[in-house]
């Protein structure tokens, strides 16, 4: 038997990924560039086991189905082909983030699957080669190997493509972002599904392209600059404009709802009464918000009379991804 167990932090991207030039490798169109969070994660165990018949997926205690379970054994395929291994595998996953409601449960999540892989059969990785391999399981959560920002360099072959740490001289711990969630419940589009169509059907796509590397190196300078500013521009333009590709798609969607309109709104008025902040987000109707830490508490007092305590999470920067010891109990 063979254990390994992992946490892995999830990220939010300030420059998004958006498509896929290869969705077997998940080699991305473009770079992006994340800030890992400390307020949701997950954690995972995986045991290769030769009593076992069949992978086994638990998410949260509750057994998977087929389709979910499958996926998993995509990826456990993977680290079994490395090592010339046959044994199948029970995974024991925990999110400590809503799972599929656009706060990147994918990305903290196959992120400790790859790290409790990698510590189950003694993969000896270098901090890239994890990030390429939690990138075979879903493209963000390659930048969920890293703490603070990291920048996933689109690459041109699986050798090229994974993420770094982006020095920041620990200037994201002056930051937060503050998390608006409106519906926590699994969205309709999954992240996969939502780029696909978009990639092979919106007429805004090539607009997507043309501008995304030039809001990356803006976002690169401005850490290397700490301008708040500039960084909260960028952030809020290219979210905006990876959303609009969403409505010239065939058929055309949106992640946003209502409430998503609204917080987007009250962010521009923050911003209006003199207290910067800026909005993004992924593929579901929560906001988060990026403000700097000496404004959280003005940031919440704003929000307060619109939405619930329930609602208003705050994340600051978070880790990378640790290994965790197994217990003895966990060993069966
Ligand atoms: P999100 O916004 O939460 O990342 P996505 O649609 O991008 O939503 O991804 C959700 C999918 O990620 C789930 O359907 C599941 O396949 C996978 N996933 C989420 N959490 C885990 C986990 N802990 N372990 C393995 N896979 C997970
Ligand atoms: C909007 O990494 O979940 O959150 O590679 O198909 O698993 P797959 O997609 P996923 O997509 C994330 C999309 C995004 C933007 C981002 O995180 O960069």
């Known amino acids: 038997m063979y254990i390994g167990k992992a946490r892995a932090y999830t990220n939010i991207a300030l420059i998004k990924y958006w498509g896929k030039k290869d969705e077997h490798l998940i080699l991305p169109m473009n770079s992006s560039l994340s800030l890992t969070l400390d307020a949701f994660y997950t954690e995972t165990s995986v045991h290769f086991d030769e009593t076992l018949t069949e992978d086994l997926f638990f998410l949260d205690g509750e057994k998977q189905n087929a389709k979910q379970t499958a996926k998993i054994s995509k990826f456990l395929d993977l680290v079994r082909q490395k090592q010339n291994l046959s044994l199948f595998a029970k995974v024991d996953s925990k999110n400590f983030v809503p799972t599929a409601a656009g706060l990147a449960s994918s990305a903290s999540g196959l992120a400790a699957l790859a790290g409790a892989c990698s510590e189950a059969l003694d993969l000896q990785l270098s901090e890239p080669e994890l990030s390429r391999l939690a990138r075979r399981g ?195």
């Not at 920041?168 to 699994?186: H, K, R």
């Not at 995304?212 to 909260?232: N, P, R, S």
Request: glycine share 8%; with cysteine.
């Open 138 to 332: 879903s493209g963000s959560a390659c930048r969920s190997i890293f703490g603070g920002f990291s920048q996933w360099q689109k690459g041109d072959s699986d050798q090229t493509s994974f993420a770094q740490e982006i020095p920041s001289d620990n200037w994201e711990n002056e930051l937060a972002m503050l998390f608006v969630l409106v519906d926590d419940g699994v969205k309709d589009i999954s992240s996969r599904d939502g780029m696909k169509r978009t990639v092979e059907t919106s007429s805004f796509y090539s607009g997507w392209l043309e501008t995304v590397e030039a809001d990356l190196a803006t976002a690169k300078q401005a850490i290397a600059e700490k301008d708040f500013h500039k960084l909260g521009e960028v952030t809020e333009a290219n979210g905006l404009r990876m959303h609009g590709t969403t409505l010239a798609a065939v058929p055309p969607f949106t992640y946003w709802s209502p409430e998503s309109l609204k917080v987007m709104q009250l962010v521009r008025s923050a911003r209006q009464q003199g207290l910067p902040c800026y909005f993004t987000m992924d593929a579901g109707p929560n906001v988060k918000i990026l403000v700097e830490k000496k404004n959280l508490t003005m940031l919440k007092r704003l929000l307060a009379d619109h939405f619930s305590e329930q609602q208003l999470i705050t994340a600051n920067a978070g880790p990378g991804i640790s290994l965790i010891p197994v217990e003895r109990s966990e060993e069966v």
